[in-house]
């Protein structure tokens, strides 16, 4: 699969978002859209009303990355908003009925887990979803700083994806920039979520495009 950065928008301007997403959309093709509910991580952030505005004026796809101890009950409405992809966190429990769900609303399915949450935690998963996101920071807040002791989780679950001839894609999301995204693109991922490394610059599009050459170089060294 070819790299993908996600820009994540909470790192941008939210006083001036459709600018910021136009600046980036055309280096990408993947938006990241962080979701919290204040309950499941210490922060709150937005919810299907932005996601529609957002689908409104973009044809990027819309990857929802739902950190709510209650995803189920909002699957329907992210969908109806104009959600591509939503990805729920293996720590609340129910996965499978929230991978069935997702499924049934056509959503892409995405299974998220924490830095400290061991690879026996989702590894049941693995043929299951079509993303698999490895925090490589504990969610609820951009800006923080990247824990490189995922790095082996990610290889780990990159050679189980391989082993079983499974479809998922792996994710990485936390503190990626140019000189993190090398080490998390050789382990196995190839989504890069990035939020202060693109919103953060001085040239949002060229950061994105930079990052994706980084992590092309990094696969094929």
Do not use: W
């Amino acid at each position: 699969m070819a790299v993908r950065v996600a820009p994540s928008i909470l790192s941008a301007d939210f006083a001036s978002l459709a600018s910021a997403i136009d600046l980036v959309a055309p280096e990408t093709d993947l938006l990241h859209v962080d979701v919290m509910d204040g309950h499941f991580v210490p922060n709150l952030t937005i919810g299907p009303p932005v996601v529609k505005d957002i689908n409104r004026h973009t044809d990027l796809e819309l990857d929802c990355h739902l950190m709510m101890d209650n995803p189920g009950q909002y699957l329907e409405a992210f969908r109806k908003a104009g959600a591509d992809g939503c990805t729920v966190h293996v720590e609340i429990g129910g996965t499978a009925e929230l991978i069935e769900q997702m499924r049934s609303l056509d959503l892409r399915v995405g299974l998220a887990a924490n830095p400290d949450t061991p690879f026996d935690a989702y590894e049941s998963f693995i043929d299951q979803v079509d993303l698999l996101l490895l925090m490589t920071v504990f969610p609820g807040f951009s800006g923080q700083a990247f824990h490189p002791e995922v790095v082996p989780k990610i290889r780990q679950t990159a050679e189980a994806v391989r082993a079983r001839g499974a479809a998922a894609v792996i994710e990485v999301d936390g503190g990626i920039n140019q000189s993190t995204i090398g080490a998390t693109a050789e382990a196995g991922a190839r989504v890069f979520v990035a939020g202060n490394a693109v919103f953060g610059s001085e040239d949002p599009r060229g950061a994105t495009r930079n990052l994706r050459e980084l992590a092309t170089a990094a696969i094929a060294s």
